[in-house]
């Protein structure tokens, strides 16, 4: 059963929030890494985007809370289907600071050559381009992708009624996770995981990886 639905878009702190809600939940939390290391979920996510309706317990069931893309992309229709959940909007401190993780990071295409060699990655970009698509046609633009990062955030929270929205930010730690579930504070550090150059780093080392060099 899912209990917390995620909203806050890539690189505000979502995989720290996977770690934290995992910590808490006793249970697992989907992020796009699971995507990546179960190619098969790829289908269903494209057709949510495309705004077809999915079962989500094909790949959801066995998950107490999903965070990241794509799941913030289809945040609505997740929320719908677990009306019990509380909505967790992560940002970060302003919309410039956003971009210029996001720029660094996962703002871009799968490369030609990873397709190549693996051509169910070749899918996964296809959902990851009519993901961004749905986000803003015209994300490359650093302009655009500012106004629909604050566009995305604003919808949120004019949809979610106050007693069922968390919000949190990179730096927030535990509490307001803490607070929301009922639970306990955990007597240890917050994880922070998952910076720019960890990303970069897994990012080529995946690359090599599936090109067998």
């Excluded at 995992?22 to 495309?50: G, K, N, S, T």
């Excluded at 989500?56 to 990241?68: N, T």
């Amino acid at each position: 059963m899912i209990r917390v639905v995620g909203a806050g878009l890539g690189r505000t702190g979502t995989a720290s929030l996977k770690q934290a809600l995992q910590r808490l939940l006793d249970a697992p939390c989907y992020h796009m890494q699971e995507v990546i290391e179960h190619l098969d979920h790829v289908p269903l996510w494209h057709a949510a985007i495309r705004g077809e309706t999915v079962d989500w317990s094909r790949i959801l069931d066995g998950y107490a809370a999903i965070v990241d893309w794509p799941g913030a992309a289809c945040w609505r229709s997740i929320a719908a289907a677990n009306p019990d959940a509380v909505v967790l909007l992560s940002t970060r401190t302003d919309a410039e600071t956003w971009y210029r993780s996001a720029k660094a990071t996962i703002l871009s295409d799968v490369p030609d050559d990873v397709k190549q060699a693996q051509p169910q990655m070749a899918e996964f970009g296809d959902m990851v381009g009519d993901m961004f698509d749905a986000f803003d046609p015209n994300w490359r633009d650093r302009d655009a992708a500012l106004a629909a990062y604050d566009r995305h955030n604003a919808a949120v929270r004019a949809e979610v009624s106050p007693d069922k929205l968390v919000e949190w930010q990179p730096g927030d730690g535990w509490e307001p996770l803490c607070a929301a579930l009922g639970v306990p504070v955990p007597d240890e550090l917050f994880p922070h995981t998952n910076t720019t150059e960890e990303f970069q780093a897994r990012s080529a080392e995946r690359h090599e990886e599936i090109l067998g060099t």
